[in-house]
């Protein structure tokens, strides 16, 4: 079995890529791979807190590394903690680094590009995916998820805080993907058929960044 770290966002592209992973016996998964914005403790970008992070890695029953970058950081920051934890994973056995985006062709050569520079391979377990298909396939398996984060400029601010079930899908506009990964929407993970047990959690408040991106916070209970 290859070793291999998992770059976990929280989100639910992230949990299928991850059951398809878990599915086979190919590889060995060593950790979940994660980057927490330092100044807020938070999942970059899904804006989920630092602890319910480490409830999923916990009922998920694997190991959990953080990278943390500041605020208003540079790409390069970014990259120099990325690099640096990967050569240390390597040096551990690591061989493979798997993710869970689904057709955008810049970030994939991006994360090979970067990948290749320190001897690692990249693997992709829903690439080409189609998206609706995908949607309906992590509802039909039970998992569950919550909106943490929409961008306005595409969705409505009420869909922030949502449920991630087929009468979301259905509410969304035309043009808009079911999986968010134009980057319309982001999810956090809660409960599902690679979780130990859900993870209980209530909502708090919503809040606006760079006046589009509608957050809603979520606590743990």
């Known amino acids: 079995m290859k070793k291999i770290i998992y770059s976990w966002s929280g989100g639910k ?24 914005t330092k100044d807020y403790g938070r999942i970059s970008m899904h804006g989920v807190r630092e602890e319910l992070l480490e409830l999923q890695a916990k009922a998920l029953g694997l190991g959990l590394e953080k990278i943390y970058i ?3 950081s540079a790409n390069e920051e970014y990259e120099t903690r990325m690099r640096e934890t990967l ?17 955008l062709e810049d970030l994939k050569k991006y994360r090979e590009g970067r ?9 992709f377990p829903i690439w080409k995916r189609d998206s609706r298909k995908l949607a309906d396939r ?16 595409v969705l409505g601010e009420k ?21 968010g990964e134009n980057g ?3 999810s956090f993970v809660f409960d599902g058929p690679i979780f130990r047990k859900p993870i209980p959690y209530k ?13 809603t916070d979520i606590v743990t209970t």
């Open 13 to 36: 592209d992230s949990a299928m890529a991850l059951y398809e992973l878990l599915k086979g016996d190919a590889y060995e998964i060593t950790s979940l791979l994660t980057v927490v």
């Open 70 to 72: 500041a605020k208003n």
């Open 87 to 103: 050569i240390r994973h390597k040096s551990l056995g690591v061989e493979t680094v798997a993710f869970g985006d689904i057709f």
């Open 115 to 123: 990948l290749k520079e320190v001897g690692l391979e990249a693997i």
């Open 138 to 153: 992590f509802i039909d398996l039970g998992f569950k998820a919550i909106i943490t984060c929409v961008d306005s400029n």
């Open 159 to 179: 869909f922030s805080g949502r449920l991630f079930d087929r009468q979301f899908l259905s509410d969304l506009p035309a043009g808009a993907d079911p999986c």
């Open 184 to 186: 319309e929407f982001h």
């Open 203 to 215: 909502l708090g408040e919503t809040i606006i960044r760079e006046k589009r991106y509608h957050y």
